[in-house]
C-alpha cells in the first residue's frame, strides 16, 4: 500500500504562486508515470501534468506556460510549481503515483488551492 500526500496548498492573490509537493513514505522512483490531477468543486476531477520515468512532460492547455511539473528521484517526490495563478485554478489537487508495473494506482488526500482576491 502507497499513501503519497500533497502539501503547499493554500489561500492566494491572483497572479501570485504556489509550490505542491508530493511525497510518500517508503516510496522509491519506478519506470511509471507522475501525474497531478484537479477538481474544482462541484466539477469533476481534470487532468493538469504528468511526467515520466525519464523526464518527460505534458501540460493541460489551461496551466500550459503557466504551471512546471519536476520530480526529485532521489527523495521521490513530485512536485508543481504555480505560477501566475488564476482564479479558475481553484481547485482540489490530487498527485497519482504508481508501484510497478504500472498498474495500480496510488491517489494522495489532495490539497486545497484557492485563488481569490
Known amino acids: 500500500q502507497l499513501q503519497p500526500l500533497e502539501s503547499g496548498g493554500g489561500l492566494v492573490q491572483p497572479r501570485e504562486s504556489l509550490r505542491l509537493s508530493c511525497t510518500a513514505p517508503?516510496?522509491?522512483?519506478?519506470?511509471?508515470?507522475m501525474d497531478w490531477f484537479r477538481q474544482p468543486a462541484g466539477k469533476q476531477r481534470e487532468w493538469v501534468s504528468s511526467i515520466s520515468a525519464h523526464g518527460s512532460t505534458w501540460y493541460a492547455d489551461s496551466v500550459k506556460g503557466r504551471f512546471t511539473i519536476s520530480k526529485d528521484k532521489a527523495k521521490g517526490a513530485l512536485y508543481l510549481q504555480m505560477n501566475n495563478l488564476k482564479p479558475e485554478d481553484t481547485a482540489i489537487y490530487f498527485c497519482?503515483?504508481?508501484?510497478?508495473?504500472?498498474?495500480?494506482?496510488?491517489w494522495g488526500q489532495g490539497t486545497q488551492v484557492t485563488v481569490s482576491s
Open positions: 497519482k503515483m504508481y508501484l510497478d508495473p504500472c498498474e495500480i494506482e496510488y
Open positions: 517508503g516510496f522509491t522512483p519506478t519506470s511509471c508515470d
